[in-house]
């Protein structure tokens, strides 16, 4: 089962304490090397070659948005081509102006330290700076350099007047789809999953992000390829970006069950639970019958103990 919070994003993301910029309260003292870093030319590429511990390095291709967005692609040398594994997602500044933070698709973000214009230094998980003679450097090339990012997404997508449009959960990027390779089987699924023309449903897939002829107007855009289509997922969202939840005190409504979308007409009738820490009772709502019970926490694995619950007949929400 998948249990979504209607407060947070479907992965529930450990925030490592560092004061990010736009947080209340947070207060911005620029330094020389970040005002420099800021005040330069987007987008930029920055790129180096990091130790690797089982081959010859990692090639670090880092491009940066002005509107915040990146797109990350690490290459391991020496083992093939098809060793590249690309990210993306939204850039942020440490509230000292001193860090810089990728959050992608991965559990924890990415951190650099900002050291001046033209240089990135990895840090570790921390957000510390590795004691090592090794290279952690990224240097700023002096052109952009752009890279095709390929990798599973999700966004939700909107199919109408024989137009698709994507926008990318993590970068917030709308993007047109290209009526090319897989897309078919993300208009057909769309359509089924859909209850009224024009309803964003979020979809899953493997694409790639090429630039193709603007339709609008001079020059390229962005354009979203699906390579394979996965599903839609009626009744989710992407979820507020950089949101965090608790397991206890927030309300989990059930979204899929094994691979079936959970989908229910009354929003007042949908199955959910919540975890109420005050002498560690479950309640919850499973579509037609109430149900209660206790539950143990061991660390973030949930484990529930005797469960009763109501009975009822009820027309639908049996299932």
Known sequence: MTFKSVSASLLLIAVLSIPLSGCAGAVAHKTPGEESFTAQAFPATYIGVLPCADCEGIRYTLNLWKDEVFFLRMTYLGRGE??????????????????????????????????????????????????????????????FEWFEPRLLMRGMFVYLA???????????????????????????????????????????????????????????????????????????TCGPRFSTATLENTYWKLVRLGDKPVTVADPRREPHLHLVPQGMRVQGFGGCNRFFGAYELDGQNVRFGKMGMTRMSCKDGMD
């Open 162 to 236: 024989d137009v698709g449009l994507f926008t990318e959960c993590l970068t917030g990027r709308k993007l047109l789809v290209a009526q090319e390779e897989d897309n078919a089987a993300l208009e057909r699924g769309y359509l089924k999953g859909r209850i009224q023309p024009g309803q964003p449903l979020l979809a899953t897939l493997k694409g790639r992000i090429a630039l193709r002829a603007n339709t609008e107007g001079p020059g390229e855009r962005q354009t979203l390829v699906v390579e394979r289509f996965i599903n839609v997922w009626p009744g989710e």
């Open 82 to 143: 098809r060793d590249s594994f690309d990210d993306l997602g939204r850039w942020v500044l440490s509230a000292d102006r001193t860090t810089l933070v990728l959050w992608g698709g991965r559990e924890a973000p990415i951190m650099f330290a900002v050291k001046g214009a033209h240089l990135l230094r990895k840090l570790d998980l921390e957000g510390k700076e590795i004691a090592s003679p090794l290279n952690y450097d990224l240097l700023r090339q002096e052109g």
